[in-house]
């Protein structure tokens, strides 16, 4: 993962014998145990490794799921229910697979509002913004089709209703939707697809993350402050320090995980969905999971089908163009006093788009969400470009050490020196 | 053919504008079958409520008993099997008793020597037998509408929780939403309003838009219960007893691990408590070496 030399020295023989042939020990020790990282990371940097572990459960529960899972139309409700009752622990891999999604996306929201506030986008990680950017969408995509597995009335009339989304493509919206379908509404050939896909996704979702932290340790992690690396005392080495941290503030995560899974298993769920679809009835209200709510309040916020198609994907597309649209040298929130207020304006302004999605679209909810669309755009094309501009930031520390143990105490100690230069290049 | 793809396409749009007005008019909360304006039903004491809930085996064949008696005639409960009902966590019944209930029917026994088919006397291994033999039969029986299956009805309807509930709901475990409407809507046929029209169906305080195509079927009495040694029974034969009765019993059938579940979770929360508690304290010795943590961004 990381291109800079290891300092991993073989000790015994086949250890050197296969380091030789495949240095892949050297591989792991450089970017694992030895990568410096800077030694001010608050908790909000250990949601790398969360959604790391939560990928993995959602891939082992999944594989099992599906050992017992059949796709098909008039079985996939029934199976579930088998699984439930009659696999054993069945009912535990399923709530955590199902609750396992929400957590995952908790954990992808807290990861991508670090990310914002301190600027982690900016250059020399725009590539490693992007990765990202293509992981939220492969999540997105699998987790929808993901809900349509179980082959609820929510699953079929969620389907029903996203896949008509690509309908209002000018020319071709018809024939991909039917593409989408194999046929000409949501039945067994959709059902089969979606498994597939939903089976696939996971896995290319786990190659992008790989390439996401091989990103990652090139220009090596941003911090609180946003200043670089500058010397060993601004940096520890990644095992132990940041190793037991992460794995601390995994096991917090999955407690809180584990509460819903043990006792709220249906809480982030819809009752709908313990319904068999039925494609003669239609729910009173189609509403998505939780985490789609914000896209799904701009979607509606427009009473035109194809501009607020476009709208819902320019919402997650612009954050790809962030890097560029933030004219600012500085990164790290801390030291940009506006930018600071803006920034949880915008939290604001997701939060009560995510309200508005779970409303119905009309009257006082309609214009609202006109408005808090205009604030969400606002922040990345208005606010991001102009402030940079007009800004004037706080005086920014000379060095990490300094800033955390202030100047006196900067002779603190970290990495031996030399060994925890920034990797690569100084950003 | 291509008349058939100009339909579909006509249909295309149609579903699209139909599922976009019906998602235009959605609202959250996974408040599926709660229409605005909807009577919200009163809180119960589950004995398998928080998170040492456990089911009271009596009231879970009790509820049973009104299943079968009251609600078998109409509704399905295909998930369950027959075992089911000895297994732990359950209503508990002996083999012998859960081997007795199987034997009152007969099931589908493939096909004897000469192809034809056969049936047989249900075994514990058969799931429950449902009342009609399609869902177009059951919808003939009944109106026009087929009696929904109840093997999953506990967690298949629920009602809106609202501000700020939804919230406190997560810190009390309050999940009995399904329960709790269930049980308001077996005892929900009050005395209808005075302009209502009886042709239209049955009417239903707690039912989303109160006109229900299912009648009132619990009458007080209408279900013997165990005696005790003076005959008489030891829970009052009322409606709201069988209410709540049958509707613990919905919730087993629903989520027969519920036990199971939830002392699990007690295990695996301490353990992940503890377990954080450690790390906690080796993560300080560690950070020790470096002068402790340094988080941040301010000189502190």
Redesign the interface.
Known sequence: MSSHPTTYVPKSAAAKWLESRLPIIGLVHSSFVAFPVP????YFWTFGAILMVMLIIQLVTGIVLAMHYTAHADYAF?SV?HI??NVEYG??LR?MHANGASFFFIAVYIHIFRGLFYGSYKAPREVLWILGVIILLLMMATAFMGYVLPWG??SF?GA??IT??F??IPLVG?TI??FLWGG??VGNPTLNRFFSLHYLLPFMILGVAMLHVWALHVPGNNN??GVPIKSGKDA?PFH??MT??D??SI??F??VF??F???????L????N??PANPAV??????PE?YF?PF?AIL?AVPD?LFGVILMFASIAVLAFLPWLDTSKVR?G??RPIFRVLFWAFVVTCLVLGWL??????GIYVILAQIFTVLYFAYFLIAMPLLGLLEKPLPL?NSIT??????KQAS???MPVGAAAEPQSKG | MRDQDKGSRTMNKTLFIAGFFAASLAFSGGAANAAPGGVVPPRNDWSFAGPFGTFDRAQLQRGFLVFKTVCASCHGLEKVSFRNLAEEGGPEYTEAQVEAFAAEFLVDGGYDEFGDPVQRAATPADFWPSPFANYQQAAAANGGKAPPDLSVMAKARTYERGFPWWITDVFTQYNENGVDYLSAFLQGYVEPPEDFDPALGNWNLYYPGHIVAMPNVLFDGAVEYPRDAQERPIVPETVEQYAKDVTAFLMWTAEPHLEARKAMGFQVLVFLLVFAGLLYFTKKRIWARVGGETEGHAAG
Not at chain 1, 402 to 407: D, I, T
């Open positions: 030694r001010n990371l608050t029934t229910e439930m009752r009912w535990l709530y009335q929510m009339w029903t209703v008509n989304l309908s209002v018809d939707v039917s000409y509404s609180p402050t520890v132990p320090y037991v941290k794995t601390f096991v917090c999955l407690a584990a509460w899974v043990f006792y709220l298993p249906n809480y769920g819809h009752a709908d313990y319904v239609t729910p009173a209200h189609i509403v939780w709510l799904y509606r089908a790290s801390s030291y999605g779970s409303r119905p679209a009309e520390p300094e800033a955390v143990l202030g100047k603190g100690s970290g």
